[in-house]
T-cell receptor, first 112, second 113 residues
């Protein structure tokens, strides 16, 4: 199938290590943020979201951190597995404007 | 339960032809979105429906692009007089409502020869 993100920044991580993927968002008015995982030939898959009244949210093996002061979002993946290899996108929007605005994406490559 | 379903998964057609792309959202989701994704880029917004009406079509690139959702469920994206620059993956997403997670289908890969 068609590859996603042939020229994206790449993060290479050893299996079992923790991964941190960063995203700088564009709109200081944004109040809702989502991380998506996209595998080749597939649509974006929802991972975790966070609203602007929080600065941290945890899921299963994933944590999202939000720093509104510097407009920065990060996704932490604990004990990275080969199945985590994909392109990761952050997305933002704000109340009253529903379309998501996606960041450029980061390719995560897990080395077994 | 079924996720967002898009058909066809691949479409190859000649420049100048008309194409229709279909999206079946998750049952019960009132909001439906169309995005377009080019190689190496994140998805870009095209149009959003709340129920049957297009609440925001500001992302449609020109009047060759049109979308409908007549019964508030299935949506069709229509492209007239296709151009080579229209080649991309067209993604559909649905959500329970505004500022709720949008869940995506696997897209239609459109190739204009």
């Amino acid at each position: 199938g068609e590859s996603v993100g042939l020229h994206l920044p790449t993060l290479s991580v050893q299996e079992g290590d923790n991964s941190i993927i960063n995203c700088a968002y564009s709109n200081s008015a944004s109040d809702y943020f989502i991380w998506y995982k996209q595998e080749s030939g597939k649509g974006p898959q929802f991972i975790i979201d966070i609203r602007s009244n929080m600065d941290k949210r945890q899921g299963q093996r994933v944590t999202v951190l939000l720093n509104k002061t510097v407009k920065h979002l990060s996704l932490q993946i604990a004990a990275t597995q080969p199945g985590d290899s994909a392109v990761y996108f952050c997305a933002e929007n704000y109340s009253g404007n529903t379309p998501l605005v996606f960041g450029k994406g980061t390719r995560l490559s897990v080395i077994a | 339960g079924a996720g967002v379903s898009q058909t066809p998964s691949n479409k190859v057609t000649e420049k100048g032809k008309y194409v229709e792309l279909r999206c079946d959202p998750i049952s019960g989701h009132t909001a439906l979105y169309w995005y377009r994704q080019s190689l190496g880029q994140g998805p870009e917004f095209l149009i959003y429906f709340q129920g049957t009406g297009a609440a925001d079509d500001s992302g449609l690139p020109n009047d060759r692009f049109f979308a409908v959702r007549p019964e508030g469920s299935v949506s069709t994206l229509k492209i007239q007089r296709t151009e080579r620059g229209d080649s991309a993956v067209y993604l559909c997403a649905s959500s329970l409502g505004v500022n709720q997670p949008q869940h995506f289908g696997d897209g239609t890969r459109l190739s204009i020869l």
